[in-house]
């Protein structure tokens, strides 16, 4: 009950749903009891004391009911016609006699009951069969009690169906389970690999929550807030519990979607309650997870968000007004950091802001070493290879492969996970899963093996690619009706120069020119090669400042980084038409390329793609060896010693 009236006081009552529920309730009770009355009382006629000694004179009365403030006088039965009277004539009254009912204020009257006593006329005052009470609880309370639970129960269940906790039931329960806390978030660093960057700017925030006391001694302030900022699934949001998990403190979160809603005013009031909160448990974190659903910049809106904007000034005016010597902290990820406004990111409110990259070679295989951790491996298992082949993987991906592994290792009927369920996942994920039910026909196998063997000749042959890890012709529920997966030797790169990427993308227009010059036929398989391969062409012209014809002039630039990155064009039609020129003039000779490299080596273009048909999918070492067979001898006079050396 207390606990009740605290809240009352922080919603205003008519946002709160037991309140609206209340006065519904209140309401149809009122309805539904006058509609009792209406329906199952007789009509009465109201008339004046006067008309009522009236009617006793002309002997019209047969019996008077005194109540404390009213005479009820019934008439005597009259015969009528049964049309005009009595609409509700459904056997409640007499059709051929009935009876008037009239009534009229009290009045203390004396010659009144010798009136009556002289005419013979009854009177009485009620009997009340029930105790006002009993009647009130009857008549009032019951009806009341029974509409609010059906009330509630129906608007429970309608915003259900609305989808959640929005719609009206999500009013003002902001401060019921808006946002979770947890008092331990069981999280630390060490559940966190890589990152130590990161991990390196949040320690300070965790020291100080440890010692707040430390700082302010020297006069030093504690930033307010630190913006996690890092392309989705590396781990920001883990980063944040292991900073509540490290200081021991509780863990508010909630995510920036939730705050805004369709009544304006209600993300405001929620904000204002959770920093109240928050207030109350210090030392604590808060964390607003998307912070970019609040944050978004106010400025070059189409459609104002009224209901948005007040939210984030109130969430501005909060983070203005607590104190950090309590070590309050807040934390708040994105990966749109640059449409935030810039509001939030000036000193005193989001003023730190650590990047959470994508995982490098390193940090990918620590991640794997993590959640490796909970499955039952063998102990062969190399994760270093797995890091090397799943490239651009974030946090997430890996922590599913490693799922997926466990999965497939349970399928197998094993007990532990081996390296191959491990890489399978890896192309599972990277690929989609095989299709064994597709069935290509003879001549289209012929056709994708050799398409795919272009490829992979097209990486061997040119020393500025990756090697060869596996080919396959089995289909993929991707699309990919087969592929060839590169892999770097030891280390990932950084840096491309301007040769590798003139490379891949010989290496993208291989699979075609395979086609072309086997079986001088273009097909739809090359579309996804012909795709990236423009990408990359496009992307060195227009962004790596690669092209003779415009140099260094930087003619695009990426928007959102953190997600799909998408080019926006920054030059006039004229200069995107050259543009498109020059990557027209870059892909031809490329092509030319690929076509002369596969028809030098038109032999091992056979050799392998007939050992591919057979076995379906070949890995790279195989292919070294096929290829080094084949041309050993011709290039190399000491065949042996030098086989070995390029077989690596
Ligand atoms: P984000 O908030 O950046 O989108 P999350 O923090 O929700 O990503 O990460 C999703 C999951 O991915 C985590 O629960 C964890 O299992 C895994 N993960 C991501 N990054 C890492 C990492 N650096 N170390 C260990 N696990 C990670
Ligand atoms: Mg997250
Ligand atoms: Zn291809």
Known sequence: MDNNKKRDKKTPPFKNPMFIFLAVSIIATIILNSLMSFMFAPQKEEITYDKFLELVEQDKVEEVIIEHDRFTIYGKPEKTKPENENIFGIGLVSEEETQKIWYTG???????????????????????????IVNFIVTWILPLAFMYVIITIFMRLMSKKMGGGGGIMGIGQSNAKMYNIENKTGVTFKDVAGQEEAKESLNEIVDFLHNPGKYTAIGAKQPKGALLVGPPGTGKTLLAKAVAGEANVPFFSLSGSEFVEMFVGVGASRVRDLFKQANAKAPCIIFIDEVDAIGKSRDNQMATNDEREQTLNQLLSEMDGFDTSKGLVV?????RPEILDKALLRPGRFDRRIIVEKPDLKGREDILKVHIKNVKTSPDIDLHAMALATSGAVGADLANMVNEAALRAVRMGRKEVLQEDLMDSVEVIIAGKEKKDRILSE????????HEVGHALATALQKNTQPVQKITIVPRTMGALGYTMQMPDKEEKYLNNKNELLDQITVFLAGRAAEEIVFDTQTTGASNDIERATEMARQMVTMYGMSDRFGLVGLESIEHKYLDGRAVSHCSEETRTAIDNEIVSIMKERYAIAKQLLNDNRDALDRISEFLIEKETITGDEFMEIFNEVNAPETEPEPEADKAEEAE
């Open 443 to 450: 001549e289209e196998k012929r056709i994708v093996a050799f």
């Open 331 to 335: 934390l708040a990820a994105t990966n």
């Open 106 to 132: 009290y009045l203390n009257d004396e010659r009144l009951f010798e009136m009556l006593d002289k005419k013979g006329i009854t009177y009485s005052t009620p009997v009340e069969l029930n105790s006002p």
